[in-house]
């Protein structure tokens, strides 16, 4: 039987492997192309850039008539 | 990049023209409802029982012959018991609660077979229970960060498989466009806990090593835990949060980039600085003092790019809780870290090392980076599940200043404390006893700040329960804040 160790150096080995994939693909997939874009993808029309998302503190401001 | 802020709250009218995000936003949020809800309410739970303990601890730090006839609840005992209920119930079912959520939202896709993740999360429970009672009982191992007794093990182990499995399926399956920096951060911190922890566990319980490579397994787990599971959900949270909430895109998410590949290049070697003077090869521990240096290049990237994100829209923090907590959270990252780094220099490790200025550290990262960026991600989310808005802003700063000076006195005074108790212990003009006596005062101070982080933690306990039963402020879509008329 394979002593332990190396069936884990292996998994290691096949767990950094995959890192170095990892980092392969998303150069290749263009992840890191078009930075500006990558920066805006959390935002959408609903929630767009420039709107703030969590204001319980906020002051002054009415809130809308709850529905 | 910069782009303009608007100052007006966000309506629900505004989505007319977005109705496919909102529908999607919404489908996410109820796949993860009852999964993420039952994360954190465990969390919380464990949060509450973990104070106890820790508050325990520290009390009998300072007189120790308090609870002391029963060994159920003897110092060795109860120091554990604390340290795996924060981590392993609390910090660890927070951050998959939280990563839960992101990595579906993120993914613009639903949480499959939400069940699934539920009973994967009740046998963690039951695995957390096991330990912590086994610990109690006396059945700890001696393996700093992994207690728990060997038949707790393989419980936690496949738990955890089935949700680490699920977040990366429903990575897979994500809807196609950018990878976003925490869907990175996420991937990676799901993909690496069952590696560091079977492998622990493998070479330390299943089969164990022998002699130096023991205590190397071990370093190498413990410290990784904190720096590739904790480290990389808070981040992930931070870099959604923060952004999320203020309006405004990452500054330079060329920064996020390099931030991450690096933080998952150098984290790995970091665990060996905690053998600095001990009987163990000195170039292991020079790879692993020089990995801690290199830590300064993921550590400042991260802490330039949301010092400039937030540059300009820090008068928000005044009216978002989620802002606060996280850039709380956030900052705190960037001193534990740089600290760290100063901690693992051989000359100041002399002094700190085996001293309270350790805990202090501990408990600024667990604490004072993770906990409060959790606290953060929670006040984001559970509106969201739930669909009504937290009922009391008065709650909320109670729980933040409660907290954060609670946070800050007791690192302050387990430092302070922890740094003369070292200076003196390499004096030989003292003696144990006026050491030991010396550092009562700090001690006491600590259990003091202790009291300060419980109570925090009950009223937001209670503000979660009260969101839980549907009682907090009702008022259009889960997804948007009104605004309440008083601020408080």
Redesign the interface.
């Known amino acids: 039987m394979i002593p332990p160790v190396f069936l884990i150096l292996l998994v290691g080995f096949g767990l950094a492997a995959s890192a170095v994939g990892a980092i392969y693909w998303a150069a290749r997939n263009g992840q890191f192309r078009e930075l500006d874009r990558g920066a805006r993808s959390i935002f959408d029309e609903g929630e767009p850039v420039g709107q703030p998302t969590d204001q319980v503190f906020r002051k002054r401001v009415r809130a809308p008539k709850a529905s | 990049?910069s782009?303009?802020?608007?100052t007006?709250?966000?309506?629900p009218s505004?989505?007319t023209?977005?109705e496919g995000?909102?529908v999607q936003?919404v489908e996410v949020d109820a796949s993860c409802r009852i999964p993420v809800l039952f994360f954190f309410s465990s969390a919380i739970c464990w949060l509450l029982l973990g104070s106890l303990f820790g508050f325990l601890a520290s009390w009998k730090m300072h007189n120790p012959g308090i609870l002391d006839d029963w060994s159920w609840l003897t110092w060795g005992r109860v120091r554990v018991a604390h340290l795996n209920m924060v981590a392993y119930g609390w910090a660890s079912q927070a951050g998959i609660g939280t990563g839960l959520w992101l990595m579906s939202r993120?993914c613009r896709a639903p949480l499959r077979a939400p069940g699934v993740t539920v009973v994967a999360g009740i046998f963690w429970n039951i695995g957390v229970t096991v330990g912590i009672v086994g610990i109690l009982a006396g059945h700890s191992q001696s393996i700093e960060w992994l207690e728990f007794p060997a038949y707790a093990t393989p419980l936690l182990f496949v738990a955890y498989a089935l949700i680490g499995i699920w977040a990366v399926l429903m990575f897979v399956n994500r809807r196609p466009?950018?990878?976003?920096?925490s869907q990175w951060y996420l991937l990676a911190a799901f993909?690496w806990f069952p590696?560091l922890y079977g492998?622990a566990n493998?070479?330390m319980q299943?089969?164990p090593?022998k002699g130096v490579t023991y205590g190397a397994v071990n370093w190498w787990y413990a410290h990784n835990v904190l720096g590739l599971w904790f480290t990389p959900i808070g981040l992930a949270s931070a870099y959604?949060m923060i952004?999320?909430?203020?309006?405004?895109?990452?500054h330079?998410?060329?920064l996020?980039?390099l931030g991450f590949?690096t933080l998952?290049l150098f984290y790995s070697w970091n665990g060996m600085h905690h053998l600095i003077g001990g009987p163990f090869p000195i170039w292991l521990i020079t790879a692993s003092v020089v990995a801690s240096f290199m830590m300064l290049i993921p550590v400042l990237t991260v802490a330039i790019n949301h010092h400039m994100t937030m540059r300009g829209h820090f008068g928000?923090l005044?009216?978002?809780?989620?802002?606060r907590f996280t850039v709380f959270g956030a900052m705190v990252y960037t001193l534990v870290s740089l600290q760290g780094v100063t901690m693992a220099i051989p000359v100041w490790n002399k002094i700190t090392h085996f001293t309270h200025y350790t805990v202090g550290h501990a408990h600024l990262g667990m604490y004072g980076f993770f906990t409060m960026t959790m606290f953060g991600a929670m006040?984001?989310i559970v509106p969201r599940l739930v669909g009504c808005?937290?009922r009391s802003?008065l709650m909320?700063?109670w729980h933040f200043w409660l907290s954060a000076y609670g946070i800050i006195f007791m690192v302050a005074s387990l430092s302070l404390g922890g740094f003369l108790q070292g200076s003196y212990l390499l004096d030989k003009d003292y003696t144990f006893k006026q050491i030991v006596e010396g550092t009562l005062g700090f001690l006491q101070l600590r259990s003091v700040s202790g009291i300060a982080l419980a109570c925090a933690h009950l009223v937001f306990a209670f503000h979660f329960v009260l969101m839980l039963l549907r009682l907090g402020r009702?008022?259009?879509e889960a997804?948007?804040?009104?605004?309440?008329?008083?601020?408080a």
């Open positions: 990049m782009a303009t802020l608007q007006t709250v966000a309506k505004a989505s023209e977005a995000e909102v936003r993120l466009g950018h990878v976003y920096v993909l590696w492998t493998v070479l299943a089969f090593l959604y952004p999320k909430v203020i309006g405004r895109p990452v330079s998410y060329y996020s980039a590949w998952a928000l005044a009216s978002s809780p989620t802002l006040y984001y808005e937290w802003p909320i700063k009702k008022g259009g997804t948007y804040f009104n605004s309440p008329e008083t601020g």
